[in-house]
Nanobody
Framework: QVQLVTSGGGLVQAGGSLRLSCAAS????????MEWYRQAPGKRRELVAT????????NYLDSVKGRFTISRDNAKNTVYLQMNSLSAEDTAVYYC?????????WGRGTQVTVSS
């Protein structure tokens, strides 16, 4: 079992920045990659950013490239999502996810609201 605790959401003005954190505990040795998803009202959940636990390779949703950065601190078992130049279109509930060979774990969502 893997437990994920997310934090860092909130209200920010357009153009501002926020950093989300996701702390993992439990059977973390089994995690292949960590991911951030988001779900806006009335829309499907979408994959925002991924990072592998071995090489640290990253991937991003096209609309956030150049603005968002996913990173990890292995010593703290924590993954971050630095979000810059936020716009109203980034408003959503953001979820952290951990992928293992057997399953996927989800953290509790954190609301990000960008006011225009």
């Amino acid at each position: 079992q893997v437990q994920l605790v997310t934090s860092g959401g909130g209200l920010v003005q357009a153009g501002g920045s926020l950093r989300l954190s996701c702390a993992a505990s439990g059977s973390i040795f089994n995690i292949n990659g960590m991911e951030w998803y988001r779900q806006a009202p009335g829309k499907r959940r979408e994959l925002v950013a991924t990072i592998t636990t071995t090489s640290g390779s990253t991937n991003y949703l096209d609309s956030v490239k150049g603005r968002f950065t996913i990173s990890r601190d292995n010593a703290k078992n924590t993954v971050y999502l630095q979000m810059n130049s936020l716009s109203a279109e980034d408003t959503a509930v953001y979820y952290c996810s951990a992928a293992t060979p057997q399953t996927r774990y989800w953290g509790r969502g954190t609301q990000v609201t960008v006011s225009s």
